[in-house]
């Protein structure tokens, strides 16, 4: 496993990392399960650990959190989020001082830890001021809950933005933003995301580098009832479309020439992008984990070769509907 510094901080994470969406405390409650995908992810090199207040409403952290107690806490970097409504009180929302204040004391007990490494702003709040939702986080460093702040899924100009309020009040600023990126969802990051990173030694944690499965293979003959697009409705209306479908059967060949699995394939090849700093996985079976650890080794046998045929299937400007 390779460790990469988050954009121009100290900070080092595993090139491969575990998230919780959709899965911990949601898909996936069996305890004992768990337990053994974030041993696998461990022992196979990962150190970085993703999750957020609003995967299964606090039910992730918990989760995770309970799991990675097993394990020396210098050795993990440990993630999580805020913006989305945890409840129905207004304020119980978005990226205002206090949600941010109060929360991050919900989301420490959830996860039974003294602070979290990385504080991620999970969207951008259009109703509170850039500058209010800055000096909270950077309050949060000096009090030492959190070691760092970044973005996710924000709007490029905003990250923009953001870096220059922070230089001109002299306060920490967000390290590393948390956008989608793969086969398929991919001319954003590549067109307007790695840039604006790039200009402000930013790092990247991408999610969704199987396209919720997409890109596994898994629905070539129709959608599984146990699978993840087969729970989730709202998903398998984004994601499950015969054209994509077909352009997955068209990258069997390359994963065959390379000896590894389409979902091998898929990861290896989010992580040759050098604006990216770690791909995060999921998982709900062992046996997904330790396919998906596989992928560090693949990456080494991506040639330019290789990326042009995936480019010949997955055009980079293509924007999907």
Not at 66 to 95: A, E
Not at 145 to 166: H, Q, R
Not at 217 to 245: A, F
């Amino acid at each position: 496993m390779d460790y990469l510094n988050v954009g121009h901080s100290g900070l080092k994470i595993s090139h491969l990392s575990l998230g919780g969406w959709t899965t911990f405390g949601g898909l996936l409650t069996d305890m004992n399960v768990g337990r053994q995908i974030i041993h696998t992810a461990y022992d196979g090199g990962v150190n970085f650990f993703d999750i957020a207040d609003v995967y299964a409403r606090g039910g992730s952290e918990w989760m995770m959190g309970s799991i990675l107690s097993d394990f020396p806490r210098h050795r993990l970097v440990i993630s999580t989020k805020l913006f989305w409504p945890m409840s129905d009180d207004p304020n119980d929302r978005g990226l205002s001082r206090k949600h941010i204040m109060e929360s991050i004391d919900k989301s420490l007990r959830r996860i039974n830890t003294d602070y979290v490494d990385i504080y991620f702003c999970h969207r951008h709040d259009e109703n509170t001021p850039l500058l209010e939702t800055a000096r909270a986080m950077d309050d949060l460093i000096h009090q030492g809950k959190i070691l760092y702040w970044g973005t996710s899924e924000w709007p490029p100009e905003k990250i923009d933005e953001v870096n220059a309020l922070c230089e001109k009040y002299n306060l920490y600023a967000p390290i590393v933003e948390q956008p989608q990126y793969n086969m398929i969802y991919r001319n954003r990051f590549e067109t307007e995301v790695a840039p604006m990173v790039d200009k402000h030694g930013m790092g990247t944690v991408i999610w969704s580098p199987l396209a919720s499965g997409l890109l596994t293979g898994k629905y070539d003959d129709g959608v599984p009832e146990d699978s993840r697009l087969g729970q989730l409705e709202w998903l398998r209306e984004r994601l499950y479309r015969d054209d994509l479908v077909e352009k997955v059967k068209d990258l069997q060949p390359i994963a065959d020439d390379l000896g590894c699995s389409r979902a091998e394939l898929a990861i290896a090849w989010a992580m040759q992008h050098p604006s990216v700093t770690s791909v995060i996985l999921g998982a709900t079976k062992v046996e997904q984990m330790e396919s998906n650890l596989r992928a560090a080794e693949v990456a080494e046998n991506i040639t330019d070769d290789v990326m042009q045929a995936v480019d010949a299937i997955f055009d980079p400007e293509f924007v999907p509907a």
